[in-house]
C-alpha cells in the first residue's frame, strides 16, 4: 500500500519490516518539485528493487546563506501523485527539526572531489549532501540509491562515500534527461522566465559546440572549454565555471592525450544557476534530437 512518512524513525522502521521480509530496497534521493528526470530514476529504481522509497526534502544544510532555499519550489501534493504514478511504493518527506534535532552536530567531511567545479562557488554544499544523503541510507538500508548524472559531482561525491563508510549500498547513475530543445530538466527551470529560458539553451548549446569539435577530432582541451566559454559568455549572464576534468578524479585535464573528458558548466541566467555536463567520449551530443 503507497503511503506518505514524515518521521525519521517511522521511516526507519517501515524499511526494517521491508528488508525482514527479503524485500529490496531502492531509494531515490530527490528535493521534490519533482519533474521526468525525476521520474526517469523512480522507472529504473522499480526495476532494480522490490521497494521504491523516494525522499522528497528541501536539505537546508546544503543551500549557503545566500542562496535559493527559501524559494525553492515546493509541491507535496503533486509530487506524491507523480511518484504513486510512476509505481514508488513510499514517499518520505520529513521535516528540516526531524532531520536535524540536534542542529547539525555531526556532519560528512567531503574530500578532494568536492574541492572543484561548484564545490568552489557553494562552500560546504556538498558536505551538506553527504550529511543527509548518509542520514537518507541509514534510515533506509537501500540495496541501492539511484542517482541523476546532472549532477555529476554529487554523484561521485556520493559513490565515494558509501564506499568510504561502508554503507552496503550500490549507487546507480542515471543519464541526463532533456527537454526537446535539449535544456537538462531541472527543478530550477521553473524560474525562468520565457525570454530567459530561450537564452537558457545556450547552457546544452555550449556543450554541444565542443561535443560537435570533440567528434571532429579537436582534443586540446583549452580549445574544447573556450568552444564551450564563448556559446555561455553570448547567451547567459555569468560564467561560473566551463571545464574540462577527468571524469573519474575531477582534475583538470591538460593534454590532448585523453578518451573520455568531463565537460562540466555551471552559468547564471536571471536570478537562476544552471548546470549541466557531457562526457566526451562516451555520451551522445546534448541537442541530438535536435539534428
Ligand atoms: P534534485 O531534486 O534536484 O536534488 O535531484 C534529485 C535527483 O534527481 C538527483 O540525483 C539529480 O541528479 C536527479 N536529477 C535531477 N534532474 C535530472 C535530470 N534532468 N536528469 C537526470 N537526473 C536528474
Same mark, same amino acid.
Given at each position: 500500500?503507497?503511503?506518505?512518512?514524515?518521521?525519521?524513525?517511522?521511516?526507519?522502521?517501515?524499511?526494517?519490516?521491508a528488508?525482514?521480509?527479503?524485500?529490496?530496497?531502492?531509494?531515490?534521493?530527490?528535493?521534490?518539485?519533482?519533474?521526468?528526470?525525476?521520474?526517469?530514476?523512480?522507472?529504473?529504481?522499480?526495476?532494480?528493487?522490490?521497494?521504491?522509497a523516494?525522499?522528497?526534502?528541501?536539505?537546508?544544510?546544503?543551500?549557503?546563506?545566500?542562496?535559493?532555499?527559501?524559494?525553492?519550489?515546493?509541491?507535496?501534493?503533486?509530487?506524491?501523485?507523480?511518484?504513486?504514478?510512476?509505481?514508488?511504493?513510499?514517499?518520505?518527506?520529513?521535516?528540516?527539526?526531524?532531520?536535524?534535532?540536534?542542529?547539525?552536530?555531526?556532519?560528512?567531511?567531503?574530500?578532494?572531489?568536492?574541492?572543484?567545479?561548484?564545490?568552489?562557488?557553494?562552500?560546504?554544499h556538498?558536505?551538506?549532501?553527504?550529511?543527509?544523503?548518509?542520514?537518507?541510507?541509514?534510515?533506509?538500508?537501500?540495496?541501492?540509491?539511484?542517482f541523476?548524472?546532472?549532477?555529476?559531482?554529487?554523484?561521485?561525491?556520493?559513490k565515494?562515500?558509501?564506499?568510504?563508510?561502508?554503507?552496503?549500498?550500490?549507487?546507480? @547513475?542515471?543519464?541526463i /534527461?532533456?527537454?526537446?530543445? =535539449? +535544456?537538462?530538466?531541472?527543478?530550477r &527551470?521553473?524560474? $525562468?522566465?520565457?525570454?530567459?529560458?530561450?537564452?537558457?539553451?545556450?547552457?546544452?548549446?555550449?556543450?554541444?559546440?565542443?561535443?560537435?569539435?570533440?567528434?571532429?577530432?579537436?582534443?586540446?582541451?583549452?580549445?574544447?572549454?573556450?568552444?564551450?566559454?564563448?556559446?555561455?559568455?553570448?547567451?547567459?549572464?555569468?560564467?561560473?565555471?566551463?571545464?574540462?576534468v577527468?571524469?573519474?578524479?575531477?582534475?583538470?585535464?591538460?593534454?590532448?592525450?585523453?578518451?573520455? @573528458?568531463?565537460?562540466? /558548466?555551471?552559468?547564471?541566467? =536571471? +536570478?537562476?544557476?544552471?548546470?549541466? &555536463?557531457?562526457? $566526451?567520449?562516451?555520451?551522445?551530443?546534448?541537442?541530438?534530437?535536435?539534428?
Amino acid at each position: 500500500m503507497f503511503d506518505v512518512l514524515h518521521a525519521p524513525l517511522v521511516f526507519q522502521r517501515v524499511m526494517q519490516e521491508a528488508r525482514s521480509h527479503g524485500r529490496r530496497i531502492a531509494l531515490v534521493p530527490t528535493m521534490g518539485a519533482l519533474h521526468e528526470g525525476h521520474l526517469a530514476l523512480v522507472d529504473l529504481a522499480r526495476k532494480l528493487a522490490d521497494t521504491v522509497a523516494v525522499s522528497i526534502f528541501v536539505n537546508p544544510t546544503q543551500f549557503g546563506p545566500h542562496e535559493d532555499l527559501a524559494r525553492y519550489p515546493r509541491d507535496l501534493e503533486s509530487d506524491v501523485k507523480q511518484v504513486q504514478g510512476r509505481g514508488a511504493d513510499l514517499v518520505f518527506a520529513p521535516e528540516p527539526e526531524s532531520m536535524y534535532p540536534h542542529g547539525e552536530e555531526t556532519r560528512v567531511r567531503v574530500g578532494p572531489l568536492a574541492a572543484p567545479l561548484c564545490g568552489a562557488f557553494r562552500p560546504g554544499h556538498f558536505e551538506g549532501v553527504a550529511t543527509v544523503v548518509g542520514k537518507l541510507f541509514a534510515l533506509s538500508g537501500p540495496c541501492t540509491a539511484i542517482f541523476g548524472r546532472k549532477d555529476y559531482q554529487q554523484l561521485l561525491i556520493v559513490k565515494r562515500m558509501a564506499q568510504d563508510l561502508f554503507f552496503p549500498v550500490t549507487i546507480a @547513475a542515471h543519464p541526463i /534527461v532533456r527537454e526537446q530543445d =535539449g +535544456m537538462a530538466m531541472s527543478s530550477r &527551470n521553473r524560474y $525562468l522566465s520565457a525570454e530567459d529560458r530561450q537564452r537558457a539553451v545556450g547552457v546544452p548549446r555550449s556543450l554541444h559546440l565542443a561535443h560537435e569539435a570533440f567528434q571532429r577530432g579537436e582534443r586540446r582541451p583549452q580549445v574544447l572549454a573556450a568552444l564551450c566559454q564563448s556559446e555561455l559568455e553570448r547567451t547567459t549572464d555569468r560564467i561560473d565555471y566551463a571545464e574540462l576534468v577527468d571524469p573519474d578524479r575531477l582534475t583538470p585535464l591538460l593534454s590532448c592525450d585523453f578518451e573520455r @573528458a568531463l565537460l562540466a /558548466v555551471a552559468a547564471h541566467v =536571471g +536570478m537562476t544557476r544552471l548546470i549541466d &555536463n557531457v562526457i $566526451l567520449g562516451e555520451d551522445p551530443a546534448p541537442l541530438a534530437r535536435l539534428m
